[in-house]
């Protein structure tokens, strides 16, 4: 039997592209295994015609829900039924929630009460209060660069902007960690406080990891030493 967590894939098929299903299932995999997939819709919808093929190449359950009443989806009510029965019998270490819904808010603020971790896949479009809900939720819209193994970009995020929040969250990050007397921080402890406060993903910016995209802001200062790993630094 593996010892590895139980990871829950709910996706809302009314609401989500099969396009990146296997970027989410990539990610996801990051926190076990994902042995729960249940894809949520009504699939006499010729719209959901792409999810068919893939529901049986991921081995996805299709749950049917007929709606209800025309012009309104019961989808969003029976994936919630059941992530709450998944999270009482306690099946689970991890649910993935791929959807851009606000409807999905409530539930994410559920699941992390139990102390679970629960990541979000959807738009950049997505209510920034369900996306900061999730620990980390992914802009399926928006890719990483295509980045080698071995080469490591200079360049800002995708869109060749900085957001200026993002320079803020990390700046607040680092003041939040340890540091040494050179004023530099572990860059795996910014990392993991930056995540505390948001669904702060590298991913969302086009870069592969925390290295990468703190070495493009100008506002950093990133070296290596021997011992520590990666250190980084809060210029202006």
Request: overall charge negative.
């Amino acid at each position: 039997m593996s010892d590895e967590p139980n990871i829950a894939l709910l996706i809302d098929a009314d609401n989500a592209s099969p396009d990146h299903l296997d970027e989410v299932l990539l990610v996801l995999g990051e926190l076990g295994t994902i042995n729960i997939r249940r894809a949520y819709g009504n699939w006499q919808k010729p719209a959901l015609k792409g999810w068919g093929n893939l529901t049986m190449e991921h081995s996805i359950l299709p749950v049917q829900q007929f709606d209800v009443v025309k012009g309104k989806s019961a989808t969003d009510m029976r994936m919630v039924i059941d992530a709450m029965d998944l999270l009482h019998r306690e099946r689970v270490q991890g649910f993935g929630i791929m959807s851009s819904d606000s409807d999905f808010l409530p539930l994410v603020q559920r699941i992390r009460e139990n102390g679970i971790i629960v990541y979000g896949f959807g738009t950049q479009k997505a209510p920034i209060s369900f996306q900061n809900a999730c620990h980390r939720f992914i802009h399926l819209d928006r890719p990483p660069e295509t980045i080698s193994e071995h080469e490591a970009t200079q360049e800002p995020a995708a869109d060749g902007e900085v957001d200026p929040q993002l320079i803020i969250l990390l700046g607040e990050a680092w003041k939040a960690s340890k540091r040494n007397a050179d004023g530099y921080a572990s860059l795996g402890e910014i990392g993991q406080r930056a995540k505390q406060v948001s669904s702060f993903s590298v991913r969302n910016y086009g870069f592969r990891s925390l290295s990468d995209l703190i070495r493009s802001l100008p506002e950093f200062d990133v070296k290596e030493t021997s011992g520590a790993g990666l250190l980084a630094k809060r210029l202006r």
